[in-house]
T-cell receptor, first 109, second 115 residues
């Protein structure tokens, strides 16, 4: 079955700087790659997703890139703000969605 | 905005007891899921459900677990004889398209504590 690896497990960046979280997946049949943000004690919420027919997608300060050949995908957050502090999960799916272990992002004042 | 609702928000039970967690998915969604998250860890897939039957389950979803859609709106997860290691947050989710077909919408979760 699908296995999703996510790095780093913890990331601290200065407010205003960029944050990058990287994931790899194992199943070449996966064709949908969502990213979820989970604030403490809350449910995961979708922030952006990308499908395998697209290499890059951007939504304001958030962008995702996908390299299907290498089975890599990444989340980029620019101009980070305090409210970006949360745990971010990447995921991959062909029929069921499998999550990575999460990255705890701290935005430092 | 429609959302997935779950009850109870928190349940405390003794080891060996049966627990039923309830979910009301978004009304026009066809694909239903249960995930669990042990404190501080990742969100783990348990089971997917479509067309009134299980479509896929993980190795976590052993014989002590079962799911049911008893009526047109509820989707339940039953744990027959709870163990200490079942303590976790259980999230129900639904999707209009299934898998790669659509966004997963999560409920707020049911926190299960097994003593």
């Amino acid at each position: 079955g699908e296995n999703v690896e996510q790095h780093p497990s913890t990331l601290s960046v200065q407010e205003g700087d960029s944050a990058v979280i990287k994931c790899t997946y194992s199943d070449s049949a996966s064709n949908y790659f969502p990213w979820y943000k989970q604030e403490l004690g809350k449910r995961p919420q979708l922030i952006i997703d990308i499908r395998s027919n697209v290499g890059e997608k951007k939504d304001q300060r958030i962008a995702v890139t996908l390299n299907k050949t290498a089975k890599h995908f990444s989340l980029h957050i620019t101009e980070t703000q305090p409210e970006d502090s949360a745990v971010y999960f990447c995921a991959a799916s062909d029929d069921k969605i499998i999550f990575g272990k999460g990255t705890r992002l701290h935005i430092l004042p | 905005e429609p959302e997935v609702t779950q009850t109870p928000s928190h349940q405390v039970t003794q080891m060996g007891q049966e627990v039923i967690l309830r979910c009301v998915p978004i009304s026009n969604h066809l694909y239903f899921y249960w995930y669990r998250q042990i404190l501080g860890q990742k969100v783990e897939f348990l089971v997917s459900f479509y067309n009134n039957e299980i479509s896929e389950k993980s190795e976590i979803f052993d014989d002590q677990f079962s799911v049911e859609r008893p009526d047109g709106s509820n989707f339940t997860l039953k744990i027959r004889s709870t163990k200490l290691e079942d303590s976790a947050m259980y999230f129900c989710a639904s999707s209009g398209g299934g898998g790669a077909g659509g966004e997963l919408f999560f409920g707020e979760g049911s926190r299960l504590t097994v003593l």
